[in-house]
T-cell receptor, first 115, second 117 residues
Framework: AQTVTQSQPEMSVQEAETVTLSCTYDTSENNYYLFWYKQPPSRQMILVIRQEAYKQQNATENRFSVNFQKAAKSFSLKISDSQLGDTAMYFCAFMRGNAGNMLTFGGGTRLMVKP | EAQVTQNPRYLITVTGKKLTVTCSQNMNHEYMSWYRQDPGLGLRQIYYSMNVEVTDKGDVPEGYKVSRKEKRNFPLILESPSPNQTSLYFC????????????????FGPGTRLTVL
């Protein structure tokens, strides 16, 4: 079974600064996908960024980028130029390829962006 | 607008009183699933369905039932709710299953906050 661990329950960052959220996972699979989801106070689950395990290049979406270390089973999220609207709960998630669509989530990191 | 809808958004009930949370998607998605979210545990899958009349258990299916009679709807049924089912529930859907090198984004509903007294 897969497990996903987020070791930082809460973090804070000053507006305009950069913050990195950590995520580690455990799997014996070779084909899989990793995700970061954002959950603002509205509770909506919003996909922030996705990484395919077979791709060596780290994914980037505007101010959001990941550091994917496959051998270390690490998948951190970097948020640059933090904005007040980035305040939210962030979840790291794992999905096996070719084996259903179940997402396995970490426990979440609550991020507060301070003005 | 392409979306996943859930009803009700909030529900307070008492132990043992049967309830149904509805989920509907308008994107012609084959795959649908239910998750529950609890503090510190993230989201955990309850049940999923790969198509009409095809359902299967996720990681935490005890105390829940589902049905998939139509492609667009995937209701979650709690026949005898208990306080440990107090949680935030999400329905999700996607076009199809993820392959080794292909992926279909999962779309989440807005969530249903359930309290069982």
């Amino acid at each position: 079974a897969q497990t996903v661990t987020q070791s930082q329950p809460e973090m804070s960052v000053q507006e305009a600064e950069t913050v990195t959220l950590s995520c580690t996972y455990d799997t014996s699979e070779n084909n899989y996908y990793l995700f970061w989801y954002k959950q603002p106070p509205s509770r909506q689950m919003i996909l922030v960024i996705r990484q395919e395990a077979y791709k060596q290049q780290n994914a980037t979406e505007n101010r959001f980028s990941v550091n994917f270390q496959k051998a270390a089973k690490s998948f951190s999220l970097k948020i640059s130029d933090s904005q007040l609207g980035d305040t939210a709960m962030y979840f790291c998630a794992f999905m096996r390829g070719n084996a259903g669509n179940m997402l396995t989530f970490g426990g979440g990191t609550r991020l507060m962006v301070k003005p | 607008e392409a979306q996943v809808t859930q009803n009700p958004r909030y529900l307070i009930t008492v132990t043992g009183k049967k309830l149904t949370v509805t989920c509907s998607q308008n994107m012609n998605h084959e795959y649908m699933s239910w998750y529950r979210q609890d503090p510190g545990l993230g989201l955990r899958q309850i049940y999923y369905s790969m198509n009409v009349e095809v359902t299967d258990k996720g990681d935490v299916p005890e105390g829940y039932k589902v049905s998939r009679k139509e492609k667009r709807n995937f209701p979650l049924i709690l026949e005898s709710p208990s306080p440990n089912q107090t949680s935030l529930y999400f329905c999700a859907s996607s076009l199809g299953l993820a392959g080794a090198f292909t992926y279909n984004e999962q779309f989440f509903g807005p969530g249903t906050r359930l309290t069982v007294l």
